[in-house]
């Protein structure tokens, strides 16, 4: 089976965003009434999912999509601590109601409710009660919840360690996933994504993260960001702050996407990166929606790509599903309860 | 020839950097007496350059090399724009007695006194006296003076037009060059460096600035970040917020170096990028200054990998040479003032 390890519901219907709106406008001016979640049909649900992911998901012959609230309305930066709980506990319940609908074809992969400077408690609950309650198999978190200010601490601090000890008693991985920029100089998909993607693995290689959390696990998306590209700088640099070799100082723990929309950048990725270390993501409906002019095919279809690639036809099934079933431990029950 | 465009007197002497070091202490503690920048004979500067820089250029074959200040010790977020002025003079004044004692294997490229929501007429009148009259032909223009805080305007504000207009005047381009990051978040050579790239390259997909200034030019170092891992999402990105196709709208003006450290990662950059927009570049000695033990060279010997690219000779020509003598318009009359 072919497994896409990220997908956001960006296409979610006009009265979840309408609630948003209004929820950041109360929070601008208590004195409006307090905005209560939007209630959404099952037929909504479905006229924006299967016309949309479902029919993508058909037409590239993907099968499961791991299925998470739009990235760049996760919004950490708005409002508070509250205002992020309340909003991402309707994403994720969302979320919820569409692998409800289609357990075929999504698995869920939760919102966290970070905020600035808060404390992780109500991530840590919201984690919880996706993974225990709702069946959600992973989560994003955001290394930069002020969208683009990059306040908080490294991904490598003591500050993150309570929600990574909850993470590794869920056995549940974290993408490692930006937000919308509310800093101008960074656009959002086109800078502010991928230059997190890249200051997440330094700060893997600065630290010690992996000796303290053997078993914690961190998807890169949108193919590592910089770093397969910069391989041999990041090799150079782990050799001078006399780290251990990336083999094994990073990447029993981390692990890429396959969200880079060119052959020459796939290409390039499997060429410097263990197939151990590549999961199968697509991010279709999300940042690169149009028509390549060079090939006549969507950009985001990237399973031409890995299709394209000249490997062994096992590396192939661990790029398209053996990976993710070892990275997403409860994907794999999960999958395994089906006789799959 | 072959004409390294990216390097910096990382090996300056002692004197050099005890003189910033007292600069600082004088800036948090003016009691203290005002240094003056080090008296520095032409011995010590030999003695930096002959053993490092030079011997390095015999040992890999490359001719001459735009020679600019550290760039990880531009320090813009330090002191003030009075402090930042003063060392930048100290140092392109260096660079300029570097020049002068090694006319054919060193051209000026200089640091520029940005300082954080300073204005710009110091840097304009500064990037003068160093083309007027020290003879350089280009200069580092850091996008983010504030050390991975990004609180000044993208670099397709009017805020730099000043700046730019002084650029086209004296035929200078800018090399797009961050120094060192005082955000925890970034590390400096492995983030930072690799993000601003990356960042400034959507910035100018983002505006219009080379409809204003047709003939300003920009070398986006490190390969150009992670753009041409992403070529394919930085094309759709493109088409999505309507603008021209990438070879009209930024790469008439835009152009990378080949500061990238392995093989594959070369090849990708010469796959998707036309060899017009590549510029030779090493940074030795520089961010990574160790042994590749996958290939036992240098990671930083990069003409190794243009050498063994199966490429045509006139475009192997443009990289090293070329494109060079094209970006760099006073480089290529200082050539060939000398018969080059």
């Known amino acids: 089976m072919i497994i896409d390890c990220h997908g956001h519901y960006t296409t979610a219907p006009a009265a979840h965003t309408r609630f948003r709106d209004q929820q950041l406008a109360w929070f ?143 056995e549940v991985p974290a993408m490692v996933h930006v937000s919308a920029s509310c800093n101008p100089n960074f656009h959002g998909t086109g800078a502010h994504y991928i230059n997190a993607d890249t200051t997440a693995f330094m700060q893997f290689i600065e630290g010690d993260l992996f000796r303290d959390f053997p078993t914690l696990r961190f998807v890169i998306p949108h193919g590592g960001g910089a770093v397969p590209y910069h391989w041999g700088r990041y090799r150079g640099l782990a050799d001078m702050l006399k780290r251990p070799p990336l083999t094994e100082h990073v990447m029993r723990n981390v692990f890429f996407d396959t969200c880079v929309y060119h052959q020459a950048g796939i290409d390039l990725l499997v060429r410097v990166i263990e197939p151990d270390n590549i999961l199968f993501g697509s991010e279709m409906i999300g940042a690169v929606r149009g028509i390549d002019r060079e090939t006549g095919q969507y950009f985001d279809d990237t399973r031409r790509y890995i299709d394209a690639l000249s490997i062994d036809a096992a590396d192939k099934q661990r790029i398209f599903e053996g990976n993710a079933r070892r990275v997403y431990p409860r994907l794999d029950a999960h999958l395994k309860a089906q006789g799959l």
């Open 28 to 170: 601008a001016d208590p004195t409006l009434a307090s905005p209560t979640a939007a209630v959404i049909s099952d037929d909504e649900i479905g006229e924006t999912i299967e016309k949309n992911q479902l029919e993508r998901q058909r037409q590239r012959g993907s099968d499961l999509t791991l299925f998470s609230p739009r990235a760049s309305a996760m919004g950490h930066h708005l409002g508070d601590q509250a205002v992020s709980l309340t909003w991402s506990r309707a994403c994720n319940d969302l979320i919820a109601r569409v692998v409800a609908l289609y357990p075929e074809n999504f698995a869920g992969v939760c919102q966290l409710p970070q905020s600035p400077g808060a404390p992780l408690d109500a991530t840590i609950a919201e984690l919880t009660r996706c993974v225990r309650d709702l069946g959600f198999v992973g989560c994003n978190l955001n290394p930069d919840p002020s969208g683009g200010h990059w306040t908080a601490p490294p991904l490598t601090d003591r500050y993150w360690y309570p929600l990574y000890e909850r993470m590794v008693e869920l």
